[in-house]
């Protein structure tokens, strides 16, 4: 089957009988379908319950989305999709040292990191600890790799505690910048520190920050449109006029989760 994904490819970017729109994407266009799709395997992933059906179309949307960055790229005679195949299956073993040879050892995140480092060495590529987290990573997700990548190096705190004495320190800066008038730059600086600080916090508690934002995100929306809709029920709709009775509602919505919670348990 996958050879039948790259003839339909193929087909769709025929330069003469292939989908306008398929042959007019470039390796920049398609970056907004690329995260799209990721992101839609993450949102059926995160579901109480996975949805098996939905899991396999959204992989399959997303392994479209390599297949169509593979043919571009073959079409600029960079590389194809069975080299891009090749060269992860050499990069796993590579990686693996552990599980492909016959060395004795173990798994070592030092030594996953020494392998990485001489592959950035030999394609001569900054070599730093931090050289090779992606900047274009959601902001919490690589505030939470930065921070990990440091710890294995003996560069954390000590304690959660500690931690959470940081946040607090940061907070503290953002209200003493608020106080002191300072300009929106230097607010959206110790704003920065806080969010930073708390994605540290998260990670030493072995969370994850991007997703505990996520399913805060989530909540927000349920109690809103919770509150919506009594307001709909009440023949009135979300404004500043009804504020109050808004408020109201917000904190009914949150006894109704609670109360959720409670029976589903």
Request: charged share 30%; aromatic share 8%; hydrophobic share 45%.
């Amino acid at each position: 089957m996958m050879n039948e994904l790259l003839r339909v490819m193929a087909r769709l970017r025929d330069p003469e009988t292939g989908c306008p729109w398929d042959r007019a994407q470039d390796s920049r266009s398609l970056i907004p379908y690329l995260l799209e799709e990721s992101y839609e395997v993450v949102e059926v992933l995160e579901q109480k319950a996975i949805d098996p059906a939905a899991l396999r179309d959204e992989l399959g949307d997303l392994l479209f989305q390599v297949v169509f960055h593979s043919r571009v790229a073959e079409e600029q005679a960079w590389f194809d999709f069975s080299a891009v195949a090749a060269g992860i299956t050499e990069k796993l073993v590579r990686r693996h040292p552990h599980v492909f040879e016959d060395t004795g050892l173990g798994h070592d995140p030092a030594r996953w990191d020494a392998i990485k480092a001489s592959e950035r060495q030999a394609a001569g590529k900054a070599a730093g600890v931090l050289a090779d987290v992606p900047v274009a990573l959601p902001a919490l997700a690589r505030a939470d790799k930065l921070g990990r990548r440091a710890a294995r190096f003996g560069f954390d705190w000590r304690a959660a505690g500690d931690v959470l004495a940081k946040v607090r320190e940061e907070l503290a800066e953002v209200e003493d910048a608020l106080v002191a008038g300072e300009s929106a730059a230097r607010v959206e600086e110790e704003l920065g520190d806080v969010l930073f600080a708390a994605a540290q916090l998260a990670r030493f508690l072995d969370l994850d920050a991007e997703t505990a934002l996520r399913r805060a995100n989530a909540k927000f929306v349920k109690r809103f449109t919770w509150v919506e809709q009594q307001l709909a029920a009440d023949g009135l709709k979300p404004g500043p006029d009804h504020l109050a009775r808004m408020e109201t509602l917000w904190e009914q919505a949150k006894r109704v989760e609670i109360e959720e919670a409670s029976d589903a348990g």
